[in-house]
């Protein structure tokens, strides 16, 4: 299995500053396609997960501009330009690379 | 607007067993895998499984964790998926979600139930 790895595990952030979040794979995910298969994942306090980036850097339909995907092979980052207080929540990446999806421990994104 | 909803949560005992429906509605259901994660209360998402459309020979797929004891199915002249679970041990307590990606190619899953919790315990 492959098995992704978050950090920091906690993130306070200040209204209006920016903010990333780290993930790295046991293996590469990046494809012979030249795609990277790791997906972004936002679920806040009471809500069932939504997808905020796929393939590594595929922003999502109705995802603001403020977040991004960024990273190659073992190595990601989703970052947020200015943070804003409805982004607080526990952010997971996930490969998709393998059959048997793997998810990260998950990062808890609070306000200051 | 697509929708996905679970039903058939709740309490059974440690190697009961459980069925767990989601349905859909709002988009091709037939020509979309469908995925289980599940969620133990204040802890990360786990895969639990898959299964394939029509054309992809219904293929399931499994986390190491259930294997064996859960089985995926679905029924596309109803839109439902099931995730049949067997032999519960105490750890398959979790909130279930179903989920998929829309459209014809990946964009992540973009679909997601609202969930609905399993409890196994004496």
């Known amino acids: 299995d492959i098995v992704m790895t978050q950090s920091p595990l906690s993130l306070p952030v200040t209204p209006g500053e920016p903010a990333s979040i780290s993930c790295r794979s046991s293996?590469?995910?990046?494809?012979?396609?030249?795609?990277?298969?790791l997906d972004w994942y936002l679920q806040k306090p009471g809500q069932s997960p939504q997808v905020l980036i796929y393939m590594g850097s595929n922003r999502a339909s109705g995802v603001p501009d403020r977040f991004s995907g960024s990273g190659s092979g073992t190595d990601f980052t989703l970052k947020i330009s200015r943070v804003e207080a409805e982004d607080v929540g526990v952010y997971y990446c996930m490969q998709v690379l393998q059959t048997e999806r793997t998810f990260g421990q998950g990062t808890k994104v609070e306000i200051k | 607007e697509a929708q996905l909803v679970e039903s058939g949560g709740g309490l059974v005992q440690p190697g009961g067993s459980l069925k767990l429906s989601c349905a859909a509605s709002g988009f091709t259901f037939s020509g979309a895998a469908m995925h289980w994660v599940r969620q133990a209360s204040g802890k990360g998402l786990e895969w639990v499984g898959r299964?394939?459309?029509?054309?992809?020979?219904?293929?399931?797929a499994y986390a190491a964790s259930v294997k064996g004891r859960f089985t995926i199915s679905r029924d596309d002249s109803k839109d439902t998926a099931y995730l049949q679970m067997s032999s519960l041990k105490i750890e398959d307590t979790a909130v279930y979600y179903c989920t998929t990606t829309s459209g014809d190619y990946y964009v992540g899953f973009d679909y997601w139930g609202q969930g609905t919790l399993v409890t196994v315990s004496s």
């Open positions: 293996q590469s995910l990046l494809h012979r396609d030249g795609h990277n298969y």
């Open positions: 299964i394939r459309t029509k054309p992809n020979s219904y293929a399931t």
